[in-house]
């Protein structure tokens, strides 16, 4: 009997214990336990920004579809290379930013949505909701509200970016090009219009997503990232590097001119072509017809793209002078556009090529660089800026989303301004080489170039650049324009493996100039 109330009273210990441990030492352990499944997070998604055109038009919204909030590019293919879009983030993004993302979050992938991800995405909120056993929902006990992000205000004209599109995509349509840029923008760098083609319907990485205006050619996102001859994702205008050819040659004047080693006066005799040996450097002129120019000065120079005149300006500066004027004028360097992805280019040295290829840097290289041939290579953004640059006396950053300008001056005198101004205005008349021109009489400057690369059977880059000074009749908020030459506007073309600039380029700028001087408002 006495074994029998010893266990009785040892199992009682047990017991009395595990209750003692439960309720004591446990017991705020499991009542926490209990809270937590009570009382539950949930994050407060912030309204993201949207972004505008210069005259309040929409570029990107927030539109419900089905209850839900998804991300739409109202135009589709059209503003593609400026406005990007969003998508679900990583895990590697995740492991980079920590507990401020999670998975499911979305977040700017490319073009203006990626660029200004801070300011676009606000700041998440939170709330603690109260459930029942059932996960019910009972009450919201507290909530700390989202803070939205900020909308864009663009410079661009939605007008404009529409008549630069489509005026490329017939062209390119047409002749069944490989793809091509153009890009317009104020000489005090307000970007107007900005188009890289092939390009791709925004709308169709947005799942729930309902397509743009203009939906292109792709019906799926997977048809868009798998089209690796196409690359419709990758941005020519600012990210594509060419050869420049004969739209370099404003940069080379406007080195001449500077150093004084050429004026007005100063003339070279075309013969058709240079020989240096065994090497020959012709004249387009000469090369395609079999004629020469007689004495060329550097307006005649200009106007007729003569290679011959540029071989030797080339020489007269030497190859020290050529990359010191190229970098002033942003050659070899990125524009700073507020669009992530740009390439530099390449400006080519003889320190480089020495290094490259162990060998000197001879004559005929420089003669190469002279016409912007060789190993050089800009995008066509860097030609638009340089344009500006000979009329304005400034390097001016590109701007997208509207603020203050950014410039740098590089003391182009007025001489040089003027005589260079003369040679791209007579390429814009009868006897130049922009003829797509010649029937505005001289409105307007004008400077095309054709770009040799690969092989004899490669068909070369075709470019033109011109300068249009906005009437005082088009107005601006009001406010008449015209009157001051940041007001006037660049408009540069660059179609991929098309031909000549005079014949290809030329006429997608004269539709675009055209829309510009029949009463757009900018």
Known sequence: MGWFKLGVYLVMAVFLSRLVFLTLVLGEYHENQASGNRIRKERVEPVRGV??????????????????????????EITAGITGFVGEISEDRLKLCGESCFLGQMVGKSGLEAGYEDKLKGSWGLKLIEENAL????????????????????NLDIGLQRQVYWAMREMIDEHELTGGGAVVSKVNGEVLALVSLPGFDPNLFIKDGVRGEEGGAYSSAVGIVGDNEGKPMFNRVISGVYPPGSVFKLVVATAGLEEEVVDKNKTVEDKGEIKIGEFRF????????????????????????NDIYFYKLGEWLGVDNLVKWSGKMGIGRQTEIDLPGEASGFLPTPLWREKRTGERWFLGNTYHLAIGQGDLLVTPL???????????????????????????????????????????????????????????????????????????????????????????????????VGDDENDWVVVTVMLEESGEGSEMAGPVAKEIVDYLLQGASL
């Not at 012709?282 to 793209?305: C, H, P």
């Not at 004899?456 to 008449?480: C, R, Y």
Request: aromatic share 8%; glycine share 12%.
């Open 282 to 305: 012709g004249n387009w002129y000469f090369d395609k017809y079999g004629r020469t120019e007689g004495e060329v000065n550097i307006e005649k120079a200009l106007a007729r793209s």
């Open 382 to 480: 860097q030609v638009n800026v340089w344009t500006a640059s000979v009329f304005s006396g400034k390097v001016c950053r590109p701007r997208l989303v509207s603020g203050d300008s950014d410039c740098e001056g590089i003391d182009i005198g007025e001489t040089t301004k003027s005589l260079i101004a003369s040679g791209m205005k007579q390429a814009c008349m009868s006897g130049g080489t922009a003829f797509s021109f010649f029937d505005m009489e001289g409105k307007v400057y004008c400077k095309t170039g054709t770009a040799q690369h690969g092989g004899e059977d490669t068909e070369p880059h075709a470019w033109i650049t011109v300068v249009v000074p906005m009437p005082k009749a088009l107005h601006l908020d009001g406010q008449a």
């Open 135 to 154: 996960g019910e929902k009972m009450k919201e006990l507290d909530r700390e509200n989202p803070t939205d992000g900020e909308d864009l205000r663009l």
């Open 51 to 76: 972004v505008l055109d210069r005259y309040g038009e929409y570029l990107v919204v927030n539109k419900k579809v089905d209850g839900k909030v998804v991300r739409h590019y109202p135009l589709g």
